[in-house]
Every structure is written in C-alpha cells, then in structure tokens.
C-alpha cells in the first residue's frame, strides 16, 4: 500500500474541489444532500472574499492525508487569534490562561467559520478505515498544537457521530444551547399556530397583522429568481444591521461573499423580500440557507422602523416557506430567548476540545461533568415554559443527548 503524506493547506483553494466533494459526499447520509456550510464552495468563498483571512483572525490551515494525488481524508482547519465568530462562548477559558500566565490566542478551530451549523467532522474517503484515519488526524493535531505550542484545538458543532469518535480519542466534550424548529409533518401555517396556546396564537397573528398594516407584504425569492443586485442589496442590509450593535455588531463577511453566493450557490439561498410593491425593491430582508430538508436563518436588516417587522422577516415568513416545502427542521441563528415565543425550542450542540497545558486541562475537565448537566437541566426548563397548548406534545421533537457520557472527563 502506498504510504499517507501529510499536507497542512493554507487555502482551500489548494485542495481540489471534486476531491473534496467526493469526500463530502461519503460523509453525507444516503438520500440527503450535503449541509451547504461545509461544501467547498462555501469555504473557499469565504476564504477568496476575504472573510476569513489572517487579517481577520482566521488563518486556514487544513490538514489532509493524500495517497499519490488522492485526497483520502480531510480536516478543515483554522487558527484563530480570537474567539469572534465561533458562536461556542469560550471568553472565560481565555480569562482563566491569563489568569495562569498561559497565552489562549492563537488556538486550533474546526468548524465552518462564524455559521453556527452543526454538522463539522472530518471527511473520510471511501473504502478506507474510518475509524483509523479518524484517529491518525487526531494524532497529527495533537502533534501539531504540542509543536506550535498552542493551548487548544477545538471542535464546534461537531455532528453527533464525530463527538463519539472524539471522546473514543480522549477529547472532552462540551455542550451548549441553540433553538430549533422541528416539523412534526404540519402542511399549513394553521397547523403551526394550532400548537399554541390561546394567547400566543393571538400575538402571532397581531405580530403578523401589524406587518400588513403597514402596507408590507413579504414574498420569498429562490435560485435565478435572485439577481446579482438583490444579493448586493442584502449586503447592505446585513453591513447596516450589524452598524447598530457597534463593537458587537458581529460583521464577518465582505460584500465579495454575497456576490460570490449570488453566482455559486443561489440554489441554496432564499431571500424573504419585505416590500410595498416589487420584491426587487426591498424595505427589509433577510437571508436563510436551504437543502432539500433543511432551512437556517442567517441574517437580515430593514431601512425602516416597524413592530413585528423582524419576527415576519425572519421567523414566519420562513416558517411558512419551510413548511409548504416540508422541511423537516428551521435553525433561526444564534442568540435569542424570543425565539422560544415563536416554538423554537433548545436543543443540545456539541463542541470538542483538547487542551495541551495539564493544569488548564484538569481545572476545565474538572469543571465539564457539572457544566454539560447543568446546560441539559436548563434546557429542560426552556422547553417546559414554551406556550404550547396543552393537548400538543412536542417531547418527540426533542433530539436526544449524544450517545455519550457526560458524566466523566477523559
């Protein structure tokens, strides 16, 4: 058998996308399609817009065992000079090595940059041990953080599946909060509103009214019904929304990402247009992502001041379009206890760490049993407080814990 090289790749560009495709496509259950944050047009885009550079804290570095000119598996990989964009709030590990003397920054990060979708693992190619290059990358990691002499390398929104292999390895396991909407196989909007309560279902069509009464109506636009201009409109949107949160603002991606979505994967991008007569001429919108099964909402921004106006533009109007679609699930962002009023309820991510320093290691492996039950207990909480009526059960919706024990560090 020919030998394993392996590369360490400062772009993704360096890697061949049929290839990495291929290797995408092996990951992805049969039947489905490939999430759309971790295709390799996506993450060159943001590496060939500028995005996600040096210059903006993240340095690709992708690692890749190659057989001759054969990609046989991959990591995609970035070190990180901040924890900006990652959306897995680790700002108290960083006090916590300053506080030791030990520098945080720069740290090893897998993940598709600043879109908190779960989904990362490595990619295997086919007819190959799995199990063995899963833990020959681990190997090399490790290797590399121990050589570079960095604190960490971590793994955020890691698919379920990968998060047991990690543990297998001996990395610890850290789980954090999103909300997600879940489709129990509702046909109409009525179907959703059935769920709630009396009084929620009052505010939502108030919420709902009050956006049609301001003389807007919000209509969905897909794949070549999205022209260049529209996507450079909603660059603006984005860029201005994000002014008004200041230092917080969250700004990650250059007008060169939305023109690279408008040309490379508009198939995947649907716009829910808030206008007063042509579509095309938006007051507001908001971007969401799509495959065949799934919707995630991204971002948004609105030239105008109206009640309701972000909870139409970026919860109903989608919802609405998710279910006549059948999608099975709608994940609306980061962030947001108001998204629990709308039926969105908690579920449990998992991110994967390895810390390098033995002391840090065993305060935070310490630490992590207690953590990951408190964040389930609290979700349990959320999810009981929801404002559904009483004859709907939505404990079938709820996505079990990982198959792993989180009772015990490493």
Not at 175 to 182: A, G, P, R, Y
Not at 278 to 305: F, I, K
Request: aromatic share 14%.
């Amino acid at each position: 058998m020919v030998e394993l090289r392996v590369r360490w790749h400062g772009a993704m560009a360096e890697i061949p996308a049929e290839q990495f495709q291929g290797l995408l496509q092996q990951a992805t259950p049969a039947g489905e399609q490939p999430l759309p944050f971790y295709t390799w047009s996506w993450l060159h885009a943001l590496e060939a817009s500028g995005s996600i550079a040096p210059n903006q804290g993240w340095q690709p570095c992708h690692l890749g065992l190659w057989r001759d000119d054969s990609l046989v598996a991959l990591a995609p990989l970035y070190l990180k000079g901040h924890s900006y964009g990652e959306f897995v709030f680790d700002q108290s590990f960083a006090q916590l090595a300053g506080q030791m003397g030990l520098r945080y920054y720069p740290k090893l990060l897998g993940m598709s940059p600043v879109s908190p979708v779960q989904g990362y693992r490595f990619l295997i190619g086919p007819n190959e041990d799995g199990r063995a290059l899963t833990t020959l990358l681990f190997q090399h990691i490790e290797a590399f953080c121990q050589k570079q002499r960095l604190l960490s390398c971590n793994f955020l929104y890691v698919d379920p599946a990968f998060a047991r292999e990690a543990q297998g390895c001996g990395w610890s396991l850290w789980l954090n909060e999103q909300s997600e909407w879940t489709n129990p196989g509702f046909k109409t909007f009525a179907d959703y509103l059935a769920t709630f309560n009396a009084n929620q279902r009052r505010n939502i069509r108030r919420e709902r009214k009050a956006v049609a009464e301001a003389g807007l109506t919000v209509t969905p636009l897909t794949g070549e019904a999205i022209p260049a201009s529209l996507m450079e409109r909603m660059y603006g949107f984005y860029a201005q929304h994000c002014s008004r949160w200041g230092p917080w603002g969250s700004k990650y991606l250059s007008a060169e990402f939305f023109s690279s979505a408008a040309d490379q994967f508009c198939s995947h991008v649907v716009l829910f247009s808030a206008h007063t007569g042509d579509p095309l001429s938006p007051v507001a919108m908001s971007m969401c992502v799509h495959n065949d099964t799934q919707l995630w909402g991204r971002y948004w921004g609105s030239d105008v001041e109206i009640d309701h106006l972000h909870f139409e533009v970026c919860y109903y109007a989608p919802l609405e379009w998710a279910i006549q679609r059948g999608l099975r699930s709608f994940d609306p962002g980061a962030g947001g206890r108001h998204k629990k009023r709308r039926g969105f309820m908690a579920q449990p991510r998992t991110s994967v760490h390895r810390w390098f320093e033995p002391r840090f290691a065993a305060i935070l492996q310490e630490w992590l049993p207690g953590a990951n039950q408190e964040l389930l207990a609290e979700i349990e909480a959320i999810n009981a407080d929801l404002p559904f009526t009483s004859a709907y059960d939505p404990s079938q919706l709820l996505q079990a814990s990982p198959d792993i024990d989180l009772s015990q560090s490493p």
